[in-house]
Antibody, heavy 118, light 108 residues
Framework: QVQLVQSGAEVKKPGASVKVSCKAS????????LNWVRQASGQGLEWMGW????????ESAQKFQGRVTMTRDTSINTAYMEVSSLRSEDTAVYYC???????????WGQGTLVTVSS | DIQMTQSPTSLSASVGDRVTITCRAS??????LNWYQQKPGKAPRPLIH???SLQSGVPSRFSGSGSGTDFTLTITSLQREDFATYYC??????????FGQGTRLEIK
């Protein structure tokens, strides 16, 4: 069974960083590109970034450039996204999802709630 | 960057109705348009990829059409479980892969 399993909820203070993991099971992480998407409470889906797990090449949305770092460890079939300089507006559920241009976002993680609060 | 404009933002309908949601891209994206369904507290569920291809397991009352800049998602004979929020997303060429604003489908 194909799954993306994300790390658990986090509570962070403003200015801190958070690193969310996304482990693929039932398939090899390098089989598909990976996207990260977030959703604030009651809001729509916001595309954050893309990674090619084979090459490690990444691209993030302009509003996150300089604050988002996407990495992977293919030996354990896991991708990571770190968001730095957190502010209250970053409070959201963060999703990873496998991606192809033709099929879109195919498999989704269960989401990780990140709460930024002093 | 490509902008995606989805309409309407909300829609009320009854069980058995037919509904249509539209998504417009700011430039041609060929057929690289995907639709997702999301229910409260859940991750989005892929419905349609490549504008008109149903994902595995999606009921045939869902259909998608369009190419270029204009796309539609149609649900015929609405079922109770179809009341949810729907998003389009373009996956054309290079990132960013923008989402539409979402359409909340509510029971009338």
């Amino acid at each position: 069974q194909v799954q993306l399993v994300q790390s658990g909820a986090e509570v962070k203070k403003p200015g801190a960083s958070v690193k969310v993991s996304c482990k693929a099971s039932g398939y090899t992480l390098t089989s598909y590109d990976l996207n990260w998407v977030r959703q604030a409470s009651g809001q729509g889906l916001e595309w954050m970034g893309w990674m090619n797990p084979n090459s490690g090449k990444t691209e993030s949305a302009q509003k996150f450039q300089g604050r988002v770092t996407m990495t992977r460890d293919t030996s354990i079939n896991t991708a990571y996204m770190e968001v730095s300089s957190l502010r209250s507006e970053d409070t959201a559920v963060y999703y990873c999802a496998s991606f192809s241009g033709y099929y879109g976002l195919i498999f989704w993680g269960q989401g990780t709630l990140v709460t930024v609060s002093s | 960057d490509i902008q995606m404009t989805q309409s309407p933002t909300s829609l009320s309908a009854s069980v058995g109705d037919r509904v249509t949601i539209t998504c417009r891209a700011s430039q041609s994206i060929s057929i690289y348009l995907n639709w997702y369904q999301q229910k409260p507290g859940k991750a989005p569920r892929p419905l349609i990829h490549a504008a008109s291809s149903l994902q595995s397991g999606v009921p045939s009352r869902f259909s998608g059409s369009g190419s270029g800049t204009d796309f539609t998602l149609t649900i015929t004979s609405l079922q109770r479980e179809d009341f949810a929020t729907y998003y389009c997303q373009e996956s054309y060429s290079t990132p960013p892969y923008t989402f539409g604003q979402g359409t909340r489908l509510e029971i009338k």
